[in-house]
Each structure stands twice: as structure tokens, then as C-alpha cells.
């Protein structure tokens, strides 16, 4: 379905959303009607009206270890907003938050049941008090209370519930996914039920879609170099990043192999986008 141009948007913003959206295979680019043009911008200014303690959940198991995409984008985010004067927290549950418990603020969060993981919830947000909650790539509950991942397997007992920081905090939130079963995706929930995937109900203020969540993460940095007229892409390498969590566990998501790729792309699609990003961001 052709996007509408909302004439209130610059070129810039919609161009930023082709680009994260493009190589589309899971459907988000047929979804993309129902999420308001501009988002990337939106969420970039919503980043940068809340300065501060900002939790960024992050993490999606895959057959006992967790999937590079998401936490490339989520450490990538981490380093631009740490250099930009905030305060970055991981909150995530074992494996990667062991992995990213070395070297980078982090919450672990402990996989219990929902009920029991709403007191762990409320303390973490007393004890925080975030002005910013962001999710990238993380699953999202489902009506049934359960989480699926893309092959409609159930999850549940592999996750924290990391939803509830969504439900229960009094700050903004953002949620970056890809496929329609992760943390946000409530807010366009008629439109991704209609794709084959078991979508969640858990909302956000600002949901961002692309094709591969860290490309949402990469649009949002695009959008953040607008704003600030400063080129944020230079804070972080993600060829660094990706060896970082390979080597320490991490798998393609689609494939399952221990390699330096996201969701079946080879590294070097996602480093083109970039490439394509910054250059929008610099004119």
C-alpha cells in the first residue's frame, strides 16, 4: 500500500524510513501504513527531550543464546547516548546480560513469572527512575500472556518480562522491532495479526519498524545527527560490536550460526545502510 506524504514531515523523514525498511521479507513494509510517517525523527526527538537514566532492554533468545540483532543496535545506541551526556542501563536477563555486564551498565532482570517479576519491576523503576525507556528487539507478550518467536514456538520460559517496565514506569518509551511479536507492536496490533507471526499486545509511545531492528536503531541515530547537525555514526563500529557478541555467544537469529551477520543479512547490507544514513544525516 502506497505511504501518504504528510506534508508537516520533511523529505528527510520518510527517506530515513525507505531506507531502514528496505531488502523487507517479514512484512513490515506492508505494515507501514498504519505507523505515522516520521518516526524516526519523532523517536529521535523524544531521546533527546528526556535526557537521563535511560533503560535500554534488549535481547531475544535463540536456542540458549541470544541473536545479534538487537544488541548491535542497542550497544550502539548505548555509546551515542553515553557520549552525549546520558546514562545508559541494559536491562536484560541471562545470557546476554551477562555478556553485556561486562563492560556496560546493566540491569539483570531474572526470568520469573509475570506476577513475580512485578515487585523486581517496581523496585528497579524506584531505585532508576529512567526518563527514557527504550526496547529493541525484545519479545513482547501476547493476549494469551505467552511469548512466540517467529516459528510460533513458545518462549516464555527463556524470558524476563521485560514488558512491565512498559506497563508500570511514568516516563516515555520507545519499542524498535522487525517482525510483529516484539515489545511495541500493540500499537499496531489489527495490522501485524494480519502477518504469520503471533503479534504482541504491549504498547509504546513511539513505536519504530524496519526490516532488521538494529536498522530501526541506525534510523534513529540518523535522525538524532539531524537534529543535532553532528554525526553520531562515528561514536560507534559496528564491525567491532558484531565480533564483540559472536564471540561471546551470540547467533543470527535466522540462521542460528555463530556469525557476523542479522536476520540471514550479511554484515556488509547493514554497513551500507549506515552508509546511506549518514550521508542523509550530513546534507
Same mark, same amino acid.
Given at each position: ?45 523524544? &531521546? ?6 535511560? !533503560? $535500554? ?14 544488541? $548491535? #543496535? ?6 551515542? !547516548? ?18 553485556? @555486564? +561486562? #563492560? ?13 517479576? *512485578? ?13 527514557? &525507556? ?5 519479545? #513482547? ?6 511469548y512466540y518467536n517467529m516459528h510460533g514456538e513458545d518462549i516464555s +520460559? ?10 508500570? %514506569? ?15 507492536? @500493540?500499537?499496531?496490533?489489527?495490522? *501485524? ?10 504498547? %509504546? ?10 536498522? #530501526? ?8 545527527? %539531524? ?7 562515528r561514536l560507534f563500529d559496528p564491525v567491532e560490536i558484531v565480533r564483540?557478541?559472536?564471540?561471546? @555467544? ?9 556469525? %557476523? ?10 554497513l551500507t545502510l549506515i552508509a546511506r544514513l549518514r550521508e542523509l544525516?550530513?546534507?
Open positions: 500500500m502506497p505511504v501518504k506524504k504528510d506534508n508537516s514531515m520533511k523529505d528527510g523523514d520518510i527517506s530515513i524510513e525507505d531506507i531502514i525498511l528496505s531488502h523487507g521479507a517479514r512484512g513490515m513494509e506492508r505494515v507501514r501504513s498504519a505507523v505515522p510517517v516520521g518516526y524516526c525523527t519523532r523517536a529521535a526527538k523524544l &531521546i533527546l527531550a528526556n535526557k537521563g537514566r535511560t !533503560l $535500554i532492554g534488549t535481547g531475544f533468545p535463540v536456542g540458549g543464546s541470544f541473536e545479534t540483532d538487537g544488541p $548491535i #543496535g542497542a550497544i550502539a545506541l548505548y555509546r551515542v !547516548l553515553e557520549r552525549l551526556g546520558y546514562e545508559p542501563i541494559f536491562g536484560c536477563a541471562p545470557p546476554i546480560s551477562k555478556v553485556l @555486564g +561486562d #563492560g556496560f551498565r546493566t540491569l539483570e532482570v531474572p526470568i520469573r513469572t509475570w506476577q513475580a517479576t *512485578v515487585e523486581i519491576v517496581d523496585k528497579a523503576l524506584a531505585g532508576i527512575r529512567p526518563s527514557l &525507556i527504550i526496547s529493541i528487539e525484545r519479545p #513482547g507478550v501476547t493476549r494469551d500472556g505467552r +520460559d527463556a524470558l524476563a518480562k521485560f514488558d512491565l517496565f512498559f506497563n508500570r %514506569c511514568e516516563c516515555a518509551t520507545i519499542a524498535v522491532g522487525d517482525g510483529g511479536n516484539e515489545i511495541g507492536m @500493540g500499537n499496531i496490533y489489527d495490522e *501485524v495479526s494480519r502477518l504469520d507471526i503471533t503479534p504482541s499486545v504491549t504498547t %509504546c509511545d513511539e513505536l519504530v519498524i524496519a526490516t532488521v531492528s538494529n536498522w #530501526g536503531v541506525y534510523g534513529m541515530i540518523a535522525a538524532m545527527s %539531524c537534529e543535532l547537525h553532528r554525526d553520531l555514526f564483540h557478541l559472536v564471540d561471546r @555467544g551470540a547467533v543470527d537469529g535466522k540462521t542460528g550460526y555463530a556469525e %557476523c551477520s542479522e536476520d540471514g543479512f550479511p554484515l556488509a547490507v547493514g544525516a550530513a546534507g
